[in-house]
C-alpha cells in the first residue's frame, strides 16, 4: 500500500521560509510527476506546483511563482516544496500528491495518491 507523509508544516511569520517534505512509502514513483497543493481555510483546494519524472520540468502557480520551489530527490523517493518569502494568505493545508501514469504534470484530477497534508500558519 502506497502511502504519502508530508512534514516541515509550522507557524512562521510574514517573510519567512518553510521546506516540506513528503517521503512515499510502499512504492516508488520515479517515473511520475508528483505535485503539491494547499486548501486555505474555508476555500477550495488549489494547485501549488508540480514536477516531472527526473527533475526535467516544473510548474508553479501564478500566486507562489518566484517565490516557491518544487523539486524531488528519487534517491530519498522524495518531493519538497521550498517556500521563502511567506505570505499570510499562505495559510493553508498543504497536501501532496502522486499522479502514476503522468510523467511530465501531476494535476488534481489525476491523481491518485495523496498525503494527509501538514498545516502551515503564516503570521501578520
Known amino acids: 500500500q502506497a502511502q504519502l507523509v508530508e512534514s516541515g508544516g509550522g507557524l512562521v511569520q510574514t517573510g519567512g521560509s518553510l521546506r516540506l517534505s513528503c517521503t512515499a512509502s510502499?512504492?516508488?514513483?520515479?517515473?511520475?510527476?508528483m505535485g503539491w497543493f494547499r486548501q486555505p481555510p474555508g476555500k477550495q483546494r488549489e494547485f501549488v506546483a508540480d514536477i516531472s519524472y527526473h527533475n526535467l520540468s516544473f510548474s508553479v502557480a501564478n500566486s507562489v511563482n518566484g517565490r516557491f520551489t518544487i523539486f524531488r530527490n528519487d534517491a530519498k523517493n522524495t518531493v519538497y516544496l521550498q517556500m521563502n518569502d511567506l505570505k499570510p494568505e499562505d495559510t493553508a493545508v498543504y497536501f501532496c500528491a502522486a499522479c502514476p501514469g503522468h510523467s511530465f504534470t501531476c494535476p488534481e484530477t489525476e491523481a491518485e495518491y495523496w498525503g494527509q497534508g501538514t498545516q502551515v500558519t503564516v503570521s501578520s
Open positions: 510502499g512504492r516508488v514513483f520515479i517515473g511520475d510527476a
